[in-house]
């Protein structure tokens, strides 16, 4: 990390220990979403910690603080006096953790004053984050380091995003002496399925643009995502008994397996690609002889990306038909997000206050795509332009995931400097 000046931040050890306290409470609430449930939010745990959150935001004084039918809060830090008329600006985090590992019975471990060694989880010997896997590990050398005991993930996406907009929200409100116009805070549920902005509403947060704080390596400023959809193929068979099933048996597991050995191979997915390169991505089979799906990720940066991904997979799907004689396939295509760039980069001036405030904290921004998506990308199409910052998160979706009490405050810097300049440049 390159560090220019600092701008003194009073009371920094305090919010550094306001942000990890924060976060070690909130990461002990199990918040796993479930893209199969038909609940909003998709899991009871997200509403545990979101009313915990309301109750917090209450008790720092914001009287508006709610938490509305579909779980998302939401409340106002008032504007210092004479900056009411300042552009209200919204912070924004999810509180959801992903489904594809467990969030129960998280066990948060402080590694104090970290010693640069790789980091040997206690509950698996197997789960070690290793200093040479992990380049940003090695710059948190004498940092109070956070993971999981090696079971779980840790959470820090995205509970680091929503202990470094808390502590800043309470540092703002016990220094009045801070000017800064409006701020709007909100807290969603069920982004890492997709539902994160499915019920959000832009007009009652009523803000000129957001920042969601779901992002990694400190002084990452993300402001274009991938353009995602997701196609799902039914391949319909016909099952009978295997005894008697010569010439009449169309094996939907094997027309699945079919297709996905004719996908790329070296190019076109997760495993091959980075920076702006996109990919095609099978992820979840359901299999049986007599229909057999297989939902596959499609992400590019463009839209025109996308359209040829699609016509490849459907492609490759009737090249699969055609060799199973009475065998069919389904295709459906479902829209996910768009790369938000096509909105923000009309409003420049919302990536250039997020850089002034990473260097008046010390930081050389970073600006780079983000290889996934946020609520950002959604918002952004809804009228709310919303670029990503830093939280911290290293090692996500992951036993080995990882944060530090560093960057958690940082994170938070950051959040308090925005505010500032925002009515700066009112």
Same mark, same amino acid.
């Given at each position: 990390m390159v560090y220019s000046f600092r701008m003194a931040i009073p009371d920094s050890a305090s919010l550094t220990a306001d942000c990890v306290a924060r976060f070690l409470r909130y990461v002990t609430v199990d918040t796993r979403s479930d893209e199969t449930s038909s609940t909003y939010p998709?899991?009871?745990?997200?509403?545990?910690?979101?009313?915990? +959150?309301?109750?917090?935001?209450?008790?720092?004084?914001?009287?508006? &603080? &709610? =938490?509305?039918?579909?779980?998302?809060? =939401? &409340?106002t830090v008032p504007a210092t006096p004479g900056r009411e008329h300042a552009p209200v600006i919204g912070l924004v985090a999810h509180v959801d953790t992903s489904p594809e590992m467990s969030g129960t019975n998280v066990k948060?471990?402080?590694?104090r004053n970290y010693d640069g060694r790789d980091l040997a989880l206690p509950d698996d010997p197997a789960a070690v984050i290793r200093v040479q896997d992990c380049p940003a590990l090695?710059?948190?050398?004498?940092?109070?380091?956070?993971?999981?005991?090696? +079971?779980?993930?840790?959470g820090a996406d995205d509970k680091a995003g929503v202990a470094a907009i808390m502590a800043a929200a309470a540092w703002l409100v016990a220094h009045p002496q801070t000017p800064h116009g409006p701020i709007r805070v909100a807290f969603t549920p069920d982004e890492e399925v997709g539902r994160g902005t499915k019920y959000f509403d832009v007009a009652r947060f009523n803000a000129r643009c957001a920042y969601t704080l779901d992002g990694g390596d400190v002084g990452d400023l993300e402001y274009e995502s991938f353009s995602a959809d997701v196609m799902t193929l039914a391949f319909q068979g016909?099952?009978?008994?295997?005894?008697?099933?010569?010439?009449r048996m169309v094996n939907a597991i094997k027309m699945a397996a079919d297709f996905i050995a004719r996908l790329p191979e070296g190019r076109?997915?997760?495993?091959?690609?980075?920076?702006?390169?996109?990919?095609?991505?099978?992820?979840?089979?359901?299999?049986a002889v007599d229909r057999t799906s297989v939902r596959v990720l499609l992400r590019d940066f463009t839209r025109d990306g996308l359209r040829e991904q699609? &016509?490849?997979?459907?492609?490759?799907?009737?090249e699969t038909v055609e060799k199973f004689p009475g065998g069919s396939v389904k295709a459906t295509l479902e829209e996910q997000y768009r790369n938000m760039r096509e909105v923000i980069d009309r409003h420049p001036e919302i990536v250039e206050r997020a850089a002034e405030a990473m260097r008046r904290t010390g930081l050389a921004p970073r600006i780079k795509p983000i290889r996934g998506g946020t609520d950002g990308s959604k918002l952004s199409f809804m009228g709310l332009p919303t670029p990503n910052l830093f939280a911290g998160e290293h090692n996500i979706h992951s036993r080995l995931e990882w944060t530090s009490a560093g960057d958690l405050a940082r994170a938070a810097e950051v959040v308090v400097h925005l505010c500032q300049i925002w009515a700066e440049q009112a």
């Amino acid at each position: 990390m390159v560090y220019s000046f600092r701008m003194a931040i009073p009371d920094s050890a305090s919010l550094t220990a306001d942000c990890v306290a924060r976060f070690l409470r909130y990461v002990t609430v199990d918040t796993r979403s479930d893209e199969t449930s038909s609940t909003y939010p998709s899991t009871p745990g997200q509403l545990t910690l979101l009313r915990q +959150l309301t109750e917090e935001l209450r008790d720092l004084g914001l009287s508006d &603080a &709610a =938490m509305d039918e579909h779980g998302y809060v =939401m &409340a106002t830090v008032p504007a210092t006096p004479g900056r009411e008329h300042a552009p209200v600006i919204g912070l924004v985090a999810h509180v959801d953790t992903s489904p594809e590992m467990s969030g129960t019975n998280v066990k948060p471990i402080v590694h104090r004053n970290y010693d640069g060694r790789d980091l040997a989880l206690p509950d698996d010997p197997a789960a070690v984050i290793r200093v040479q896997d992990c380049p940003a590990l090695a710059g948190r050398k004498g940092d109070d380091v956070i993971t999981a005991s090696g +079971l779980t993930l840790l959470g820090a996406d995205d509970k680091a995003g929503v202990a470094a907009i808390m502590a800043a929200a309470a540092w703002l409100v016990a220094h009045p002496q801070t000017p800064h116009g409006p701020i709007r805070v909100a807290f969603t549920p069920d982004e890492e399925v997709g539902r994160g902005t499915k019920y959000f509403d832009v007009a009652r947060f009523n803000a000129r643009c957001a920042y969601t704080l779901d992002g990694g390596d400190v002084g990452d400023l993300e402001y274009e995502s991938f353009s995602a959809d997701v196609m799902t193929l039914a391949f319909q068979g016909f099952n009978t008994h295997p005894g008697y099933a010569k010439g009449r048996m169309v094996n939907a597991i094997k027309m699945a397996a079919d297709f996905i050995a004719r996908l790329p191979e070296g190019r076109l997915s997760p495993e091959t690609t980075e920076g702006y390169e996109g990919y095609v991505h099978p992820y979840v089979v359901q299999a049986a002889v007599d229909r057999t799906s297989v939902r596959v990720l499609l992400r590019d940066f463009t839209r025109d990306g996308l359209r040829e991904q699609a &016509a490849l997979i459907e492609r490759l799907a009737q090249e699969t038909v055609e060799k199973f004689p009475g065998g069919s396939v389904k295709a459906t295509l479902e829209e996910q997000y768009r790369n938000m760039r096509e909105v923000i980069d009309r409003h420049p001036e919302i990536v250039e206050r997020a850089a002034e405030a990473m260097r008046r904290t010390g930081l050389a921004p970073r600006i780079k795509p983000i290889r996934g998506g946020t609520d950002g990308s959604k918002l952004s199409f809804m009228g709310l332009p919303t670029p990503n910052l830093f939280a911290g998160e290293h090692n996500i979706h992951s036993r080995l995931e990882w944060t530090s009490a560093g960057d958690l405050a940082r994170a938070a810097e950051v959040v308090v400097h925005l505010c500032q300049i925002w009515a700066e440049q009112a």
